[in-house]
């Protein structure tokens, strides 16, 4: 069974619409991650967390906003959504530890969002 | 600026064939380097990590190198078949935890023909 699970699958919005992006993981791990997927680019960090109510800025955060309200569930929200704000949305989870993994994320099938 | 660059951006094998992905890379500290396959539509998955200098590893078909003095990696891929279609994504971690930043190729699309 899916250990990362994201929904919905795709989704279709106009400009200045109001998106919320789920996530939930089973693997009782402490760190989930946002990545945004781009033609021509390598997977971008949106936002992180390392437990329950934390949330840690990434690389590219303008624009998204992120909660994560349990260990399972981290959402990412797009309150007046653009189209550059148009891509394949990934969530990730990972122990965090050294714990020979080199802290492995295990990623979600992704989110498909287009922005009108 | 681009940290990881992946070579070739695409690929056409006939099933049977061997092919070899390129990673180079400008990332430091080079911590440790993953290759991930991501089927279409669907989430990465890891194939192998690469830790120390010269490393070798391999996964059934799938085999490869580490060279840090050189920051360059290698995927092979053995005897390829169809369901080896993929974009293959090259990614460098600065540290051993969550606490370091991974870098994300743009990945090789390999497409397995009969």
């Known amino acids: 069974e899916a250990a990362v699970t994201q929904s919905p699958r795709n989704k279709v919005t106009v400009t200045g619409g109001n998106v919320t992006l789920s996530c939930r993981q089973t693997n009782s791990h402490n760190y989930m991650y946002w990545y945004r997927q781009d033609t021509g680019h390598g997977l971008r960090l949106i936002h992180y967390s390392y437990g329950a109510g934390n949330l840690q800025i990434g690389d590219v955060p303008d624009g998204y906003k992120a909660t994560r309200t349990t260990q399972e569930d981290f959402f990412l929200l797009l309150e007046l959504a653009s189209p550059s704000q148009t891509s394949l949305y990934f969530c990730a989870s990972s122990d965090g530890d050294w714990g020979g993994n080199y802290a492995e994320q295990f990623f979600g099938p992704g989110t498909r969002l287009t922005v009108l | 600026k681009t940290q990881v660059e992946q070579s070739p951006q695409s690929l056409v094998v006939r099933q049977g064939e061997n092919c070899v992905l390129q990673c180079n890379y400008s990332v430091t500290p080079d911590n440790h380097l993953r290759w991930f396959k991501q089927d279409t539509g669907k989430g990465l998955v890891s194939l192998t990590v690469?830790?120390?200098?010269?490393d070798k590893t391999s996964n059934g078909r799938y085999s490869a190198t580490l060279d840090k003095d050189a920051k360059h990696s290698t995927l092979h891929i053995t005897a390829t078949l169809l369901d080896d279609t993929a974009t293959y994504i090259c990614v460098v971690g600065d540290r051993g935890s969550a606490l370091g930043r991974l870098h994300f190729g743009a990945g090789t699309q390999l497409i397995v023909i009969p």
């Open positions: 690469l830790v120390h200098e010269n």
